[in-house]
């Protein structure tokens, strides 16, 4: 059926910002924070595994026996002195020719720090290596920044073949790309929310999920395909009339992206809506809407201009003689009471009337 499809890819087109947004905004967060790393601990690699061109952001699982020196001590606090000791790096070896750093966090600088004094105390024959913990670490390798490379290469003391041998990057304990490892998977999760929330719109449009209401009406029919083509035929002929076609048979419109096909005495009531909007106390200006009312008791609310409003009004008697026009508090509470008043104003009033379903 022709008319639907183009009904569903009207609902694409009005769906179309809900589907781009939640999509640049998935494609940003996944490639700003590099959520793929994450991959990197599915199968990490030993610091044995590394090339020196090609370790930035490789995650690592490996146990460390030796820390050579700290160099660098990272706290948090209005001064250095006085601050709360956050993170320390130190001085590792790699592949037992190079040196690299290891940056390790709140988390375990217990762990490190008795490692530490376990190597001072092996280095002053307090203590035989045997005896040496090892540190068991994860993490990303990352890049040192200026300032960490220019503590880090106060060690070499000026020898330049010390610093050949010194490469700029760090073992971020516990940390991908700087951020914790629950950090990265919660930016992770929220990508593919974002992911989710543009997918679901985009496959309800193409799959019809916004004309379901359409489809279950054309099944109320006897026979669902004359109902189908005579849907097809009104939708074609009828000229809408601020969105709205209104016919003999059916009254069709958009609400959002769902397509709402309506018997003509299933609507019960129309009026015009205004709301005026202020900021601070101050009017900004208004909005309208027609509200059609239904005997069911469900309502639609169409968003239009204020002339837009007044068309459409204007135009429903001719072809919803039954229809009550205009908001009075005594119709709304006729409306809420006694519905049946307002089914009985369509009887003789349009061929093919077979009465709308009622509900208090």
């Known amino acids: 059926m022709e008319w639907l499809k183009q009904l569903r890819m009207d609902s694409l087109r009005r769906v179309a910002v809900r ?31 590394l090339e020196p061109e090609s370790m930035e952001g490789v995650y690592v699982e490996d146990d460390i026996y030796w820390l050579y020196t700290p160099y660098l001590e990272e706290r948090y606090g209005e001064s250095w002195s006085t601050g709360t000791l956050t993170g320390v790096q130190y001085l590792i070896s790699f592949d037992q020719e190079y040196y690299m750093g290891l940056s390790v966090h709140k988390d375990r600088l217990e762990e490190a720090g008795a490692m530490m004094e376990a190597v001072e105390a092996i280095m002053a024959g307090e ?3 045997e ?5 068991h670490v994860k993490g990303s390798i990352k890049a040192m920044d200026e300032e960490e490379r220019g503590y880090y290469l106060e ?6 073949e010390l610093e050949a041998l010194m490469l700029p990057y760090y073992l971020d304990v516990n940390r991908i790309h700087g951020r914790t490892v629950l950090m990265e998977a919660a ?6 929310a974002l992911l989710a929330a543009a997918l679901f719109p985009l496959v309800k ?17 006897d026979d669902f395909a004359s109902a189908a083509e005579r849907a097809a035929q009104f939708y074609d002929r009828a000229e809408p009339i601020s969105g709205v076609r209104m016919g003999a048979d059916y009254v069709f419109f958009q609400n959002g992206a769902d397509s ?37 008791g469900a309502q639609y609310t169409l968003p239009m201009k204020e002339e837009a409003v007044h068309r459409l009004l204007e135009a429903m008697p001719a072809s919803l003689p039954g229809i009550v026009l205009g908001y009075t508090a005594e119709i709304e509470r006729l409306y809420r009471e006694n519905r049946e008043a ?12 077979r009465g709308a379903a009622v509900r208090p």
Request: contains cysteine; charged residues 15%.
């Open 155 to 160: 060690l070499a003391s000026g020898s330049a």
């Open 19 to 49: 589907i781009v947004v939640p999509l640049v905004l998935a494609a940003g967060v996944f490639v700003y924070f590099r959520c793929w790393s994450l991959a990197g601990m599915v199968s990490p690699k030993p610091l044995s595994a």
């Open 260 to 296: 709402v096909l309506l018997r003509p005495w299933e609507l019960a009531w129309a009026y015009q809506s205004t709301t005026q909007h202020k900021t601070n106390g101050v009017p900004t200006g208004k909005t309208y809407a027609a509200v059609l009312r239904t005997m069911d």
């Open 342 to 353: 307002f089914a009985a104003r369509w009887k003789d009033r349009i061929p093919g009337y």
């Open 127 to 129: 203590l035989s290596e």
């Open 131 to 135: 005896e040496l913990p090892v540190l």
């Open 205 to 221: 449009a193409l799959t019809g999920g916004y004309q379901k209401q359409v489809l279950a009406k054309l099944r109320e029919a």
């Open 187 to 192: 930016m992770l999760v929220l990508s593919l």
